[in-house]
């Protein structure tokens, strides 16, 4: 794609002139003044660099630039100015601008800066994204866990890494499902660029059409200004679609014509626009069985399942617990700043006994909550969280049977105190159900 200059100067000669030398290498747009300028900003959210007159009707380059800023707008400033004063050059630069060019213009120095501008700008955005990847290196390069549904899966993402091919990726909430797009994305070859993820499940349906194909100004109430959606934001990179499986019927339709063609219009737009995405795609529902159902478009489904990744749930790989256990178990002892060695032989067995419903961001959760109230070297049974211990294992001896059945009625009690008898929050607070709750009072009221 070209990169986007809009030139402002109300003298035509010089505006025209310049549009005309840099249209072979760039998109160009003229504005005879700051006023028109905004309004083309406004509609044209891809414009790269503003080249600009200081001295102009209506609205002058200085207050062009501070609208511009107050906007929060990545634009780059170039001003262009037949009045060489110090004292402008150093406001500008001090509000923003990233040059200060006199007239008359020097063309090839004019070109050397507009390139160094849009190298800038790259450079700042690389920064950004080189943030958000340091921030996805903190969680682990690999799925942990030595079982051989964890080292299928890895040599599936091996293989997969090394292409651009669309992916979908399958399993129950808290399963990892997000950080397998992380390493399919980090080991690709578009690692270095964008890496964008959209939750599907949590936008209506025109704010998420919005989202993901941008729109127009005014082509909806409250549509101010043209908005880049998250295709164009991902060219060259990764676009990462959780929740898939709750996208609309007219937003399927806009996703296969991407997968099939590569192009798309914005929202209220007739401007074709083309970017080089990779999509990755994740849903905690059978895709196939909303095909059966007419809720889901099977030309779509088979587009996005070109590979396909099932993350199976923790109740299904409990032998890579005491792994996921010891890696949670080291990064909250660092956030939070203890000093626990380890868990004793019976909390570890509580843990593996447990059928993990939430997977393993509930096994996250429970360890965070056991660091925190541990105050020990080692983290034991009464420092776990209350709702493992309601339908405990039946494998467990009598006599951890035993111990384990105080300890959930002492949690519930607890739990019954804490909620001022408000049995219905006191069983939101053991993550159990209200009729589990009552059989259990009654149990106890029976002795």
């Known amino acids: 794609m070209k990169h986007s200059i809009l030139i402002v100067d109300d003298e035509k000669t010089t505006r025209v002139g310049l549009s005309k030398v840099l249209a072979e290498d760039y998109k160009t747009f003229e504005a005879a003044n700051g006023r028109e300028a905004i309004a083309i900003l406004k509609d044209h959210t891809d414009i790269d660099v503003v080249l600009s007159d200081v001295r102009m009707p209506e609205i002058e380059g200085i207050e062009l630039l501070e609208k511009i800023r107050g906007d929060n707008k990545d634009v780059i400033v170039i001003f262009i100015s037949a009045f060489s004063s110090i004292e402008t050059a150093v406001d500008a630069m001090r509000k923003g601008a990233y040059d200060y060019l006199t007239k008359p213009i020097d063309l090839n120095k004019l070109e050397i800066t507009i390139k160094n501008a849009i190298e800038h700008k790259k450079l700042k955005t690389e920064n950004i994204l080189l943030k ?12 942990i866990g030595n079982s051989e549904k964890i080292n299928d899966i890895m040599k599936v993402i091996e293989r997969v890494s090394t292409t651009k091919a669309t992916v979908l990726i399958q399993g129950e909430t808290g399963t ?13 070859p578009v690692a270095d660029g964008p890496f964008i993820k959209v939750n599907c499940s949590a936008l209506a349906e025109g704010v998420l059409e919005s989202e993901l194909f941008g729109h127009e100004k005014g082509s909806f109430t409250g549509a101010l200004y043209a908005k880049k959606g998250r295709f164009e934001l991902a060219d060259s990179g990764t676009l990462f679609l959780d929740e898939i499986s709750d996208i609309p019927p ?16 914005r929202v209220g737009g007739t401007v074709t626009l083309k970017v080089d995405v990779r999509i990755i795609s994740a849903t905690n529902k059978s895709l196939e069985n ?33 792994s996921i256990v010891d890696f949670y178990l080291k990064k909250f002892t660092e956030i939070h700043n203890k000093r626990i060695k380890g868990l004793t032989p019976k909390a570890m067995k509580m843990i593996k006994s447990y059928d993990w419903p939430g997977n393993i961001r509930e096994l996250m959760n429970c360890i965070e909550s056991a660091v925190v109230m541990t105050d020990r070297e080692y983290i034991d ?35 019954l105190e804490k909620s001022r008898g408000n ?3 006191a069983a939101k607070q053991l993550r159990i159900g209200l009729r589990t709750l009552y059989r259990k009072l009654e149990q106890y009221q029976a002795e």
């Open 132 to 143: 958000q990847k340091i921030k996805e290196d903190k969680s682990p390069k690999i799925l």
């Open 176 to 188: 990892g499902k997000e950080l397998v797009a992380n390493i399919v994305h980090y080991d690709s």
């Open 250 to 265: 007219s937003t399927q339709i806009k996703l296969l014509r991407f997968l099939q063609e590569g192009e798309f219009e």
């Open 290 to 322: 909303l095909v059966k159902q007419g809720k889901f478009r099977d030309d779509l489904y088979y587009r996005l399942k070109v590979i396909t990744i099932d993350v199976p749930p923790l109740r299904e790989r409990p032998e890579d617990i005491p």
């Open 381 to 415: 049974i009464e420092n776990l969280p209350s709702f493992l211990f309601v339908g405990m294992d039946k494998t467990n001896s009598r006599k951890d049977k035993d111990n384990l059945y105080e300890i959930e009625k002492k949690a519930i009690l607890d739990a």
């Open 423 to 425: 049995k219905a929050h």
